[in-house]
């Protein structure tokens, strides 16, 4: 069934279909319509679930971090502020080894006070331990959501899949809903081993001595370094059964490109324009798309940029004081290997600004008049 829907309402039904068995919600714009339309979804029965209003996002965090402790399948969304005050738990999310979900539906820090999109909010949160995939349209809200319980539930990590703030999350699209007897074969009942239960008594979340917590911390990377093949395995399944792949990252036009331009989420989407209308240029510009921040797709981004001269990265976030995120991490990834392309990065559209077509012009036009970049960061869209 195709259905034109918001961004939101994509990620509702991915939770229908994935039959998330508990919800807990705490409204923040702009992923409230999120959580009422799986309200909505309980109240009429179309989907068996706890459905748990809760005081904060701090609370909402605890009710699933609780109710994933049973060993059923659980789901929340926030956004900015409201992830910032989960972050506390986050870290108990990670460290319990709860394969959650979330949707954080990326809005900019307060103050000054926003509601419009930027990242800054879910990257603050790298060290967490949580899985983070970026998207790009509402088709991919939902089939990512899916493919999100695949990976939590086999790497025992929770993971949160984010998308932009009113580009998508209240932006209208043609969504293919797929069947539930379809989703039921990609996607079968959560089964866990551990959990609790008192015809198993087990200790959970208890004080551990120095002699051990190093070790738990080595298995929540050893996790953490399975999810790339699990995530690329899950990723083939559901092109087999459902037509649609994504990877953890795709590459447009850039076997022979001298630089190319990265770029995550919606930005994604004037980009391929912008690439296209290079190359009928003439110039030999590729588009490298980056859909998992966590783990760091680090062997996939070098095999792109092998060979390259230059790398332009577009980052909607900023960590103040040294720069892009995005950018940081490609750095790092390219340092040290051989025939890497020298990064350029640009801090945009902050604040929910628009990242057009000339700006993402402009920014490739610019980078092609220095031979290095001279500074960590540039801007570009600031008013005179």
């Not at 509402?138 to 949160?160: G, K, T």
Request: proline share 5%; aromatic share 8%.
């Amino acid at each position: 069934m195709k259905k034109v829907l918001m961004g939101n309402h994509a990620a509702s039904y991915a939770v229908m279909l994935s039959r998330v068995q508990v919800i807990s919600a705490y409204p923040i714009t702009p992923q409230t319509q999120i959580v009422e339309e799986l309200s909505e979804i309980c109240a009429d029965g179309r989907l068996n679930a706890k459905f748990l209003k809760v005081e904060s996002e701090h609370s909402a965090m605890a009710a699933i971090i609780a109710a994933a402790s049973t060993g059923v399948r659980t789901f929340t969304a926030t956004s900015a502020n409201g992830l910032a005050l989960m972050h506390e738990l986050l870290h108990w999310a990670s460290g319990a080894r709860l394969p959650l979900v979330m949707v954080n539906v990326n809005r900019a820090m307060a103050p000054g006070w926003s509601i419009w999109s930027e990242q800054t909010d879910s990257l603050a949160q790298r060290d967490t331990g949580w899985v983070q995939i970026y998207v790009e349209d509402n088709q991919e809200v939902l089939d990512s959501v899916l493919q999100a319980y695949r990976i939590a539930e086999q790497v025992r990590l929770p993971v949160m899949v984010c998308y932009d703030a009113f580009f998508l999350s209240h932006t209208y699209e043609p969504v293919d809903i797929p069947d539930q007897e379809i989703v039921d074969r990609y996607l079968p009942p959560y089964r866990p081993d551990l959990f609790l239960n008192p015809k198993d008594p087990r200790s959970f979340n208890a004080l551990v001595m120095p002699d051990s917590y190093m070790e738990i911390r080595y298995k929540i990377q050893q996790a953490m370094d399975r999810v790339v093949t699990v995530a690329e395995q899950a990723d083939r399944e559901f092109d087999a059964i459902f037509g649609r792949s994504y990877g953890l990252t795709e590459a447009i036009d850039c076997d022979d490109a001298d630089t190319v331009l990265i770029t995550t989420c919606t930005t994604t989407s004037p980009a391929r324009v912008v690439v296209k209308n290079l190359r009928a240029a003439g110039k030999k510009v590729g588009l490298l798309k980056l859909r998992m921040f966590r783990p760091f797709p680090v062997e996939a981004l070098r095999r792109a940029l092998r060979g390259k001269k230059k790398a332009v990265v577009v980052d909607r976030n900023i960590s103040f004081g040294k720069g892009g995120i995005w950018a940081d991490e490609i750095r790092g990834a390219c340092a040290g290997v051989a025939d890497m392309p020298q990064v350029f990065g640009y801090i945009a559209g902050l604040g929910g600004r628009d990242i057009t077509l000339d700006t993402l012009r402009e920014i490739v036009e610019e980078v092609e008049t220095k031979s290095k970049p001279d500074s960590l960061l540039y801007w570009k869209g600031l008013k005179p």
